[in-house]
């Protein structure tokens, strides 16, 4: 095959990947600042250099073909690694140095932002630009340099660094504990029973734990997000089981309380993670310095 079959121009490839996105030549044209007939061209330039069809046509509509579908999935990762890769050397060339990071939306909130601060004191001239995901990922499909994942060891193929153990422990408003109080662990199936969707194990676990029957366990709603199951919990719709790393405000002002010292352990520690290539990329080694240095109390 001729070797130019195998190096689209990046103009073709832009324009193939923000007409894929948007399904619209007219969207990818405002979006990439050219006329709609230049991203057509563009994108039919393409099809003629791999010799497939990408979209079909009907009217003013487009739609990815097969073909189409599996390019788009496979290129889009690589070229946000080449804008990714970019606007790093850009920010190198003022003096900024830049990591991508991947966090979990509530850890992310509650405990890396309140401390973000004191690392943008010692290391100015490095942006950790924060990007929300959830469950398992290819860090480098995705672009990151790094991320703060919760799980277990040992993590395929990353370098991992233990950064804090998820103690779960029993959190209710005080509200909650004045209508109905905990005093013992029966007392919690008085109560309805906040949980995550994907860890309704929790409850199992602490039951089990306390030897309560899980026939007594008031299952209550469960929520997408642990930060709006806090934010449910705070109101006084129920008690929870979450992170005390996630709650520590709340239990500093007292809008929450922990009525037992009955903790559940969950065998699992939020961790730094990045692939062995990114061990000696500077932004990820100041920051990794910071996250381990254990100074880092509100």
Known sequence: MNIHRLSPSMSMLLAFDSAARHRSFTRAAGELSLTQSAISRQVQALEQLLGVTLFEREGRKIYLTEVGLMYAHDIAPALARINGASARVGAFRKGISALN?????????????????SFYHQHPGTMIHIHTR?????????????????????WQGLIAHPLIE??????????????????????????????????????????????????????????????HMIQATTAGIGVALVARCLVEEELKDGRLTMPLEKRLDSHRHYFLLYPPEKQDYPPLIKFRDWLLSNNLQL
């Open 101 to 117: 990071l991947a966090v979990l939306p509530t850890f992310g909130s509650r405990w890396l932002m309140p401390r973000l601060a």
């Open 134 to 154: 959830i469950g398992e990922y290819n860090l480098a499909e995705s672009g990151m340099d790094a991320a703060i994942n919760v799980g277990n060891s040992p």
């Open 166 to 227: 998820e103690d779960m422990v029993l959190v209710a408003s005080p509200t909650t504990l004045q209508e109905s109080p905990i005093s013992k662990p029966s007392d919690v199936s008085n109560h309805l029973l906040l949980h995550i969707a994907v860890r309704s194990e929790a409850w199992h676990r602490w039951f089990t734990a306390q030897k309560i029957p899980l026939a007594y366990m008031r299952l209550g709603p469960h929520f997408e997000f642990t930060n």
